[in-house]
């Protein structure tokens, strides 16, 4: 396993550690598209599978933090302010993990069910999968309180768009509203930055959903 992580590393020594990061970070994709385009996924896979990473993550972040594992993969794909703390690819995988516990899609079969059916889980996961990374690429790639307004603007647009297909225009808009504002103002608590990956997709399907759900003039 050391020889793949490091064939990993490796593979990605060609490129910038902020497009490496956001490479890894967009091919997470797969996830909610696999739901999307193939028959064979159910929401009972997409549910197990969350479920499985987030354990492994867990573990390595465990391995990472406490026992000191050093690997190059994790050197080239954490920034600084992560080394003492949980790092943003296992943070979104915990967003992603509630989004699917919480908001099971209409017609699914799920292991859990949180939440009242609705189609606000896959935009939800496709706002941290592809509109945070062209955020992330846009922007400076640096821990900052807020970005740029044209880099928030773009992300807006982009998120939004991800949301369309899914649910109701108006509804979409606040879906990629809220999304922005989870991705471009980083708040910190006891001095812990909340860290996007979790804060994106938990905030955006929580928001779509509350529209949905309570808002019917919205849902048209």
Known sequence: MTDDVAATADGLAGLSDEVARRLVHASTTVVPLSYVFLDEVTWRHVQGFL??????????????????????????????????????????????AVVAFAFPPPGADPLVAVLPPSNVAVPAMLMLTVADPVSGLLGSGELRT??????????????????????????AVLGGATATVADGVKPVVASYVVDDNLSIPVASAT??????????????
């Open 146 to 171: 807020a970005k740029q307004l044209w880099v928030l603007l773009a992300t807006f647009g982009v998120a939004t768009l991800l949301a369309t297909p899914f649910v109701p225009p108006v509804v």
């Open 51 to 96: 479920a499985v990473a987030l354990v492994g993550g867990f573990a390595l972040e465990i391995a990472r933090l406490s026992l000191g594992l050093d690997w190059r993969v994790f050197d080239r794909l954490t920034r600084e302010y992560e080394q003492d703390n949980l790092a943003g690819y296992f943070l979104g995988g915990v967003g992603m």
């Open 207 to 220: 928001a779509m959903f509350l529209a949905v759900e309570y808002l019917p003039a919205l849902s048209v």
